[in-house]
């Protein structure tokens, strides 16, 4: 069998620790894996990160070249802290022009890109439309869905445009829970007029702007399907359907992979194993107790780079310490959050956060 058809392609999977486990690496020389994503727990020095991206990348056959994710959204949820940019959450930027946002999401990129990631899994495109909501809050740009919709296109041109991958979540709106799905399955009452004049403007305007991937919500539209949460259900991802979309869509499972939702091959140097399979994709944290979410997959991989590098759209290496943006890109931007603002243990969760 071709690297590129096995099933385990069809995962993403995490690691405790700073160094590839032997049977990971197996697993990656075999083709046996698609992607990787990183936490806070596999971060070490900017030299280290770089080296561990690279040595994953090396793994994979020239069939089956594998992506490398991390969350970096910004605010709470960020992988890479200092000496990186320590960046300011979603909010702080939908007060702003969309000019600071596609600044901001250029600069992120750069410094994702300069440490060898192919998919950053950002930005938030819920509309914060529950105060309440214990998960969302702050990472969303506003608590309007135009203004989601006009800053999550800039995000996502602008990441996209330096050649990293961008994911638009949670799909189709966790804005308004007062749950967290990490713990208990929210449910929402709402009905299609309802959803597509709150919740579903931004997923088009993510979708338009041409973005990578696409993650679901694990919370429940009873009024669409009463007995499925929209991991799972036909009936809420056909919510965005659309027959030009050059996206990636996910139906989250911990333990099998649902009918494909990319509608045609993407034309922004998305990963050739991701576009020949057009498949959802899976996502594993970790060990056995330790199973997460179901993640999209299917942005700019190594080769993607290259492309996007000999067009000249990607930049090389950062300057200064630790593969930090350029303190010009930041000082355009809104000041990072102070000490205390990330609440405790924060940095620790699945890619739904």
Not at 34 to 47: A, D, H, M, Y
Request: aromatic share 4%.
């Amino acid at each position: 069998m071709s690297a590129q058809w096995h099933p385990g392609q069809l995962l993403f999977v995490g690691f405790p620790g700073r160094t590839i486990p032997p049977d990971l690496a197996a697993c990656i020389r075999e083709g046996r894996v698609g992607g990787v994503i990183l936490f806070k727990r596999n971060v070490g020095e900017p030299s280290e990160v770089r080296e561990l991206v690279r040595e994953l990348h090396a793994l994979a056959p020239a069939d089956a070249p594998l992506t490398v994710a991390v969350d970096q959204e910004g605010g709470r949820v960020q992988r890479l802290r200092d000496p990186w940019t320590e960046w300011p959450p979603m909010r702080a930027l939908g007060s702003r022009s969309v000019a600071d946002t596609a600044r901001f999401a250029a600069a992120m990129a750069l410094e994702l890109l300069d440490c060898g990631f192919d998919l950053d899994f950002a930005p938030v495109v819920d509309v914060d439309s529950n105060p309440d909501n214990p998960v969302i809050g702050d990472r969303s740009f506003a608590r309007d869905a135009a203004r989601v919709s006009a800053h999550a296109t800039a995000f996502i041109q602008a990441m996209q445009g330096k050649g990293l991958a961008a994911c638009a979540k949670h799909f189709p709106g966790h804005g308004d829970t007062d749950l967290d799905s990490h713990l208990a399955l929210p449910r929402l009452d709402h009905g299609r007029e309802r959803l597509d004049r709150v919740e579903l403007p931004p997923f088009r305007a993510a979708v338009e702007a041409g973005v990578a991937s696409v993650m679901t919500a694990h919370v429940l539209y009873p009024r669409l399907d009463p007995k499925r949460p929209a991991t799972l259900s036909p009936e809420v991802m056909g919510c965005c359907a659309t027959s030009s979309a050059t996206t990636a869509w996910c139906s989250p499972t911990t333990s099998r992979c649902g009918p494909s939702r990319i509608t045609s091959p993407s034309r922004r140097a998305a990963s050739g194993a991701a576009r020949r399979r057009r498949r959802d994709l899976g996502l594993l944290r970790g060990g056995p107790a330790r199973r997460g979410d179901r993640q999209a997959r299917g942005g700019p991989g190594r080769a993607g780079r290259g492309r996007a590098a000999s067009r000249g759209r990607v930049q090389g290496p950062l300057s200064g310490s630790g593969g930090r943006a350029p303190e010009r890109a930041r000082a355009a931007l809104c000041e990072p959050p102070g000490p205390g603002r990330v609440p405790a243990g924060a940095g620790e969760r699945g890619p739904g956060d």
